[in-house]
């Protein structure tokens, strides 16, 4: 599977406006005086592929047996893991999204399942903009919650340690000023490239999963 990396590519600034031209095949997205956009509209707009293909693969994982259930734990885990211990090395404090692999872990153990062996090392490109970064985990823990939700109304048994964590979404709202703010380009294509490395890291950890299939 080649994992794909758009990092913003075909944005351009025009000249004597704050407008951002994002490139999609022939489509063009304004942002700017035109279309005043915050910065999180943006991080959806230019991630909404490889996050549909995400969910597509993720979703009905969780939904499902506690084998299928475990799988989709592990894919959780392969991706984090790596991701964790660059923040870990890199983003200290507030900035630190909270861990989220212990609790997986925690949570494969009680389905008797081994945590699995993790993604090649993560990193970013240096110019990018963690808040990136931090969207792209912390915005998970909504989607997290919809499948506790759906698991529970399906009367579904397991451990829920990870999707009932209630640090991630904490964090989250106390991100989403910032990611509510206007935006220019050369701050938004950082901000993308970051989230795109992380979804990046997810998509290699999809590997033994669709192999599987």
């Known amino acids: 599977m080649q994992v794909l990396v758009r990092y913003l590519h075909g944005c351009h600034a025009y000249p004597g406006t704050d407008a951002l031209v994002t490139l999609e095949g022939s489509?063009?997205?304004?942002?700017?005086?035109?279309?005043?956009?915050?910065?999180?509209?943006?991080?959806?707009?230019?991630?909404?592929?490889?996050?549909?293909?995400?969910?597509?693969?993720?979703?009905?994982?969780?939904?499902?047996?506690?084998?299928?259930?475990?799988?989709?734990?592990?894919?959780?885990?392969?991706?984090r893991k790596p991701i964790e211990d660059w923040i870990a090395a890199n983003m200290a404090g507030e900035e630190a999204p909270p861990e989220q692999a212990p609790l997986i872990a925690a949570d494969l153990a009680a389905l008797g399942a081994d945590t699995p062996p993790v993604a090649p090392s993560?990193?970013?490109?240096?110019?990018?903009?963690?808040?990136?970064?931090?969207?792209?985990?912390?915005?998970?823990?909504?989607?997290?919650?919809?499948?506790?939700?759906?698991?529970?109304?399906?009367?579904?048994?397991?451990?829920?340690?990870?999707?009932?964590?209630?640090?991630?979404?904490a964090f989250f709202k106390d991100l989403r000023p910032r990611l509510e703010a206007k935006v220019d380009s050369a701050s938004a294509e950082r901000a993308v490239m970051a989230a795109h490395a992380v979804f990046a890291c997810f998509l290699k950890a999809l590997e033994p999963l669709e192999h599987a299939a």
């Open 27 to 79: 489509k063009r997205v304004f942002m700017g005086r035109t279309e005043r956009s915050n910065l999180r509209s943006v991080l959806r707009r230019e991630t909404a592929s490889v996050h549909d293909r995400l969910d597509r693969a993720l979703g009905d994982e969780a939904l499902a047996s506690s084998k299928e259930y475990a799988r989709f734990l592990a894919t959780q885990y392969r991706a």
């Open 122 to 169: 993560f990193s970013m490109p240096a110019e990018a903009d963690p808040v990136g970064l931090q969207w792209a985990l912390a915005g998970s823990s909504l989607g997290n919650r919809a499948m506790l939700a759906q698991r529970r109304k399906s009367g579904l048994d397991g451990p829920e340690k990870f999707l009932s964590d209630a640090a991630m979404p």
